[in-house]
T-cell receptor
Framework: GDSVTQMEGPVTLSEEACLTI???????????LFWYVQYPGEGLQLLLK?????DKGSNKGFEATYRKETTSFHLEKGSVQVSDSAVYFC????????????FGQGTELSVKP | DTAVSQTPKYLVTQMGNDKSIKCEQN?????MYWYKQDSKKFLKIMFS???????INETVPNRFSPKSPDKAHLNLHINSLELGDSAVYFC????????????FGPGTRLTVL
């Protein structure tokens, strides 16, 4: 079945460090890919998305490129801030499956000053 | 303006009780969802409705019964609550049930004692 695998956390970085959170997927169809972020005590917010191969999603300094050949959608940021501390979820949605999102297990990021 | 709202935010109850969680969206979306987030933060879809019609039921026990009185509301009723039902429940909505972006509510933390 369809699935998403993320690198395990927690990830602890110092402010201004580079971030990469790996995400790979398995899908029977041709999925859209998403990164959602969950700040402490809150719901999920869409961070970025990509709907076809080689698309790059970007927002708030975060980027991820849809790589069909490696079935990956790694999240990157060049310089993290304390305010980026949150749990990050990679997810996919396959057309004709009722819109359901299939999530990875989440990666907790903690950024220290 | 709150886009997707849920009530209550916290719910503490005894095993065997029946409880409801309400969800409303003011985005004019056609599709609404319920997701369950367990203690390890893993998110899994439970149900989705499109224009008040059920389109996804992910093998959820029949103690869980969603009800959609109109396309702006999707409530979740749970009968005979069990310890394993303790989780955070998120409501979400999207324009339609393709692979569109989903907007999440703040979550309801259910604790069954």
């Amino acid at each position: 079945g369809d699935s998403v695998t993320q690198m395990e956390g927690p990830v602890t970085l110092s402010e201004e460090a580079c971030l990469t959170i790996n995400c790979t997927y398995t899908a029977t169809g041709y999925p859209s890919l998403f990164w959602y972020v969950q700040y402490p005590g809150e719901g999920l917010q869409l961070l970025l998305k990509a709907t076809k191969a080689d698309d790059k999603g970007s927002n708030k300094g975060f980027e991820a490129t849809y790589r069909k050949e490696t079935t990956s959608f790694h999240l990157e940021k060049g310089s993290v801030q304390v305010s980026d501390s949150a749990v990050y979820f990679c997810a996919l949605s396959v057309h004709n499956q009722g819109g359901k999102l299939i999530f990875g297990q989440g990666t907790e990021l903690s950024v220290k000053p | 303006d709150t886009a997707v709202s849920q009530t209550p935010k916290y719910l503490v109850t005894q095993m065997g009780n029946d409880k409801s969680i309400k969800c409303e969206q003011n985005l004019g979306h056609d599709t609404m969802y319920w997701y369950k987030q367990d203690s390890k933060k893993f998110l899994k879809i439970m149900f989705s409705y499109n224009n008040k019609e059920l389109i996804i039921n992910e093998t959820v026990p029949n103690r869980f019964s969603p009800k959609s009185p109109d396309k702006a509301h999707l409530n979740l009723h749970i009968n005979s609550l069990e310890l394993g039902d303790s989780a955070v429940y998120f409501c979400a909505s999207s324009q339609d049930f393709s692979t569109d972006t989903q907007y999440f509510g703040p979550g309801t933390r259910l604790t069954v004692l």
